[in-house]
């Protein structure tokens, strides 16, 4: 039996004695990255935003094997945010289909759920009516009599069914059944396990031909966002989750394939990961006060820096102490600049003087780094 078979569906119980501790460590991990955000200058917070809205967009869809461009997931991402970096490039149509329906689930968040908001998030998950070049039923629930199995092919043998989920022609009771109980908890129920809920019983009803997994994703972001009463995105579940998709295919698949309604190991699963977010989110702003910080020092310090001198210091800082590989040499600073060879060796040395930068090796084993991440102190 599945858990939809239960007698007790849709009766969803969790231990609130035995998540407490999960539960207590994912609030801290959040109330410390919203206290921290909330001094964070307003470019800093649109660059975590965005790099927020990449993560969580590339990693919700590498879940389902599909592979997104980096750089065209961040120049759609910032041009939605009003970025100045935005940059002009052609769209990728599956980039913009992504960001549409992660998008529409935080704009949404304030609005009650409805058949017709997840139709249109469906819809925008697949705007032109195909699943790579299978032609689907997009924008409405799957209506085909064949059983939506999940099922892993064997070569001459039969497939394992990993999970059966209900006939299409009971998913419209049961979507009325999920979007009642999300509308009505808003507020009752704790929002993480809320998220949690909403999520496993979405994938267990699976109620589209195809996109399930991207769209209980965005259903999970959508009550991450009412818990919050924020339209910011400067997390990203949806990486922790890939980061662990082994975890989450097993706990997806134990919690769904049995008809036992007590869900605590899923939930708490579900709120590791979300602390887990939360604390790379953290991280992500330290680094970014920090790297403010450097700035700030370096300009009022050395004010005629040049904007290749500053392009060159800036890759390096991003690059980290062992990120740059081989280490900056003339020939890189030529190739990253775009600046004649002699130009280059005259902006590395004026940097090593001003001692910004630290020289290493003669002659073609000449290298540059930064004497901060050398000294692990501020800039010179």
Not at 122 to 136: E, Y
Not at 202 to 228: C, I, K, T, W, Y
Request: aromatic share 8%; glycine share 8%; with cysteine.
């Amino acid at each position: 039996m599945y858990l939809w078979q239960s007698p007790q569906w849709p009766a969803f119980q969790v231990d609130l004695a035995v998540l407490q501790p999960a539960l207590a460590a994912a609030r801290y991990a959040q109330g410390r990255a919203m206290g921290l955000a909330s001094q964070l200058q307003l470019l800093e917070l649109g660059h975590l935003q965005l790099q927020g809205w990449a993560d969580e967009a590339i990693a919700t869809a590498q879940i389902e094997g599909e592979i997104l461009q980096v750089n065209s997931v961040r120049a759609s991402a910032a041009r939605r945010l009003g970025l100045a970096d935005a940059k002009a490039t052609g769209r990728d149509a599956r980039t913009e289909a992504t960001l549409d329906v992660l998008q529409a689930a935080i704009a949404q968040s304030q609005q009650p759920l409805s058949h017709d908001m997840l139709h249109g998030w469906h819809a925008a998950l697949f705007p032109t009516g195909r699943s790579g070049i299978q032609k689907i039923r997009t924008g409405a629930y799957r209506d085909h009599a064949e059983p939506m199995q999940i099922v892993t092919p064997r070569l001459g043998k039969p497939d394992v069914v990993h999970y059966q989920a209900p006939d299409s022609a009971d998913v419209p009771a049961h979507m009325m059944q999920l979007i009642d109980w999300f509308n009505d908890s808003r507020g009752k129920t704790d929002g993480l396990v809320r998220a949690a809920i909403a999520h496993l019983w979405f994938e267990a009803v699976h109620p589209f031909e195809d996109g399930n997994g991207r769209m209980g994703r965005a259903l999970s972001e959508m009550a991450l966002a009412q818990d919050l009463k924020t339209d910011q995105r400067l997390w990203s579940l949806s990486q922790q989750m890939w980061l662990d998709r082994t975890g989450y295919y097993a706990q997806l698949q134990t919690a769904t394939g049995q008809a036992n309604m007590d869900v605590t190991p899923w939930v708490q699963w579900f709120v590791g990961c979300v602390h887990k977010a939360f604390e790379a989110c953290w991280e992500h702003m330290q680094s970014a006060t920090h790297k403010t910080r450097f700035w700030a020092a370096l300009r009022e310090q050395h004010p005629q820096l040049t904007p290749t001198q500053t392009k060159a210091i800036n890759k390096l800082y991003d690059a980290g102490p062992d990120g740059f590989a081989g280490g900056m040499s003339t020939e890189k600073y030529v190739n990253l600049c775009g600046v004649s060879r002699a130009t280059a060796y005259r902006e590395l040395t004026a940097l090593c003087e001003m001692g910004v930068l630290v020289q290493t090796g003669v002659g073609r084993g000449t290298r540059y780094q930064l004497a901060s991440q050398r000294s692990n102190s501020g800039p010179t």
